[in-house]
């Protein structure tokens, strides 16, 4: 069943259609202590959402023994910061609804793919702990995560010119615009750890992406794991018939484990 995030209207909404209503889907999990939970990002370029990015996910985040829930996000024609309002908002509805739930909301972590793995890590890097005055008790949680999985991600705008770039950005961005949305640039102290995989020749989006994120985490001594297969195409997903890449979901599988999930 299909959540919206503002049943009133998002902020920055054009219309009432469903492209202009973020919502989220959530896969939960019947148990008797508190679960963690994973929100997914899809990829689709900030254009469009890749629907095998999604449910697939979340049935393999349940076997796990972990919560997941489908993040739909508004993609162009809307723009930065639509997207990561939207990311936000999902964070602070999980943390707002997990005695509901049943979540532990102490572990709550973001995954994305692609360009939703650039709003995964944009929302891990940019997080808040709420705004204590709001009038929308939502709106008084915190956005942060516990920790982030990011495959295939797009980070940086700085660097690696794409067209798929002005979906998020619009056409001829800020250097302010791309610098807040260059990733590699927001790592600190409190970024959480991070799990990363890429393919060495993905058409689409090059390991430099990767290569800066993880040089960032290093600088600042946040605990990462990154994995880049020699080879396979772009938006494998969970890679099941890819004879290497297929290996992602398990080593992933070990790394939350050693994270708490």
Known sequence: MSILLWPNGAPFAKGTEP?????????????????????????GGYRALSEQDGEPTARWLNQLGISAVVLKYRVAPYHHPCPLTDAQRAIRYIRYSAKEWNI????????????????AATAGTHPDSGKPAHEDPIERESSEVSLMVLCYARITMLH?????????????????????LSNEKHVNADTPPVFLWITADDQNIQTGHNLLFASA???HKIPFEMHIFESGKHGLGLAEDHPSAKHWPRLCQIWLGNHGF
């Open 104 to 119: 532990d909301p102490q572990r709550i972590g973001i995954l994305g793919f692609s360009s939703g793995g650039h709003l």
């Open 217 to 219: 985490l290093s600088d």
């Open 160 to 180: 690696y010119e794409h067209p798929y770039n002005a979906n998020l950005m619009g056409p001829n961005p800020s250097y302010e615009t791309r610098y807040f």
């Open 19 to 43: 492209e202009d209503c973020p919502a989220i889907t959530p896969y939960l999990l019947q148990s008797d202590q508190p679960s963690p939970c994973m929100i997914i990002c899809p990829g």
